[in-house]
């Protein structure tokens, strides 16, 4: 999805995205990403608006879903994201006329430059998505995790591991149960 920036009229554009699931997943895989998957397909409203010296705005929502999985309990869980974006891109200049490549990085994130006369919208959308999935991937904050002793999640289950060890009221009580 690749806008010409000449072709950009006074009045803007209104662009509605869609890629479907599998389509979507192929497109993030390519970035090498695999802690998450797509859960549905994508939707995009974007607006592009072209202003003077060729600074282009792009603004709009996107929604997907994603099934992540949370590093403490292992669980697969849906995480809907709704983004709103809004970069602000330069014409990219050089000296000598060679144009060299810049890489969107976490700093220049809602400001970047665009070489020759296209910006990719697909790509901006792509990295807005693999940039909302957080570092530290959880189902919930507060998590329990998985029982080191037996392995059982904690959050949906209980398990006597740490009582046996720890607890020396349920120790009391499972002797006393056990007499009986
Ligand atoms: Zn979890
Ligand atoms: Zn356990």
Do not use: W
């Amino acid at each position: 999805m690749k806008i010409k920036v000449s072709e950009i009229s006074e009045d803007g554009l209104s662009l509605t995205i869609r890629k479907d699931k599998n389509h979507l997943e192929k497109l993030l895989g390519k970035e090498g990403e695999d802690d998450f998957i797509c859960n549905s397909s994508l939707l995009a409203n974007m607006r592009v608006e072209k202003f003077r010296a060729g600074t282009v705005i792009i603004s709009g929502k996107v929604k997907v879903s994603l099934l992540l999985r949370c590093v403490r309990c292992l669980d697969i869980f849906e995480k809907s994201l709704n983004i709103n974006l809004n970069y602000t891109f330069l014409p990219f200049f050089t000296k000598g006329g060679s144009a060299k490549e810049v890489e969107l990085t976490g700093e220049d994130l809602e400001f970047a430059f665009y070489h020759g006369d296209e910006i990719n919208l697909l790509n901006i959308i792509l990295e807005e998505i693999i940039l909302a999935v957080p570092y530290k991937i959880l189902c919930q904050e507060e998590c329990l995790g998985l029982c080191a002793v037996c392995g059982v999640n904690l959050n949906f289950n209980e398990c006597r591991c740490r009582d046996d060890r720890c607890d020396p009221r349920l120790a009391l009580l499972k002797n006393f149960r056990s007499k009986n």
